[in-house]
């Protein structure tokens, strides 16, 4: 997440909020408000709770979302690797990590609890984080969020921004493979069970 004197940024997981961040000249991360820590993705009302309703109303708040069935891959390709598990789990990262190393057995098998630093689970609704912002955009339309920035005085640009892993040194990518390649009937019908809030929130669709 960020703020500034004019914004909020709730940051959910997998949606671009590195890239988004980085547009707005802003970094990733845990923040301080008034000496108490903002966890990096923090939910809308967790952050309204510690800056306190004026702090929150002076400025304009906003978040990401997108579908739920891509962003299950990526949070595969990404919480799955072995430094991810160590932040998320620690002494229990290699459990988890034997029961995760095909996408059926991720969805199947994962910790059903939060993660180290979050609340909400790999299973929890986006509009867990997005309930109270003020405009919600979708993953799937950056070209909005650049009218929005551009609305700001800001370039507009929104970039990829580089992942490295901490163990290897090298860039981390998600194999260039459309998400619906991953699913079989009974995989898909099982996210869809989990974030049926989103899908009619949204308007998502699995094609």
């Not at 739920?68 to 072995?82: G, L, Q, T």
């Not at 909400?120 to 929005?148: K, P």
């Not at 459309?178 to 308007?203: A, C, M």
Request: glycine fraction near 6%.
């Amino acid at each position: 997440m960020f703020y500034t004197e004019k914004l909020i940024f709730i940051h959910i997981s997998l949606t671009g909020g590195s890239s988004v961040s980085t547009a707005f000249g802003q970094e990733k991360g845990p923040k301080q408000f008034n000496g108490v820590t903002i966890p990096a993705h923090a939910t809308a009302l967790e952050v309204r709770k510690i800056m306190g309703d004026d702090e929150w109303s002076k400025r304009y708040s906003f978040t990401i979302v997108r579908n739920p069935w891509d962003k299950m891959v990526s949070i595969f390709h990404s919480w799955c690797r072995e430094m991810k598990l160590k932040k998320h789990w620690g002494d229990k990262w290699q459990d988890v990590f034997n029961k995760t190393r095909n996408f059926e057995s991720f969805l199947l098998n994962y910790p059903y609890e939060n993660v180290s630093g979050m609340t909400g689970t790999i299973r929890t609704s986006q509009n867990y984080w997005a309930f109270g912002v003020d405009r919600i955009f979708m993953y799937e339309d950056f070209d909005e969020l650049s009218v929005f920035m551009t609305e700001l005085g800001f370039s507009g640009e929104i970039l990829y921004t580089p992942r490295f892993d901490n163990f290897s040194g090298q860039e981390y990518k998600r194999p260039d493979i459309p998400y619906q390649n991953y699913y079989t009937k009974n995989l898909r019908d099982l996210v869809s069970t989990w974030f049926e809030e989103d899908i009619k929130l949204f308007g998502y669709s699995f094609d």
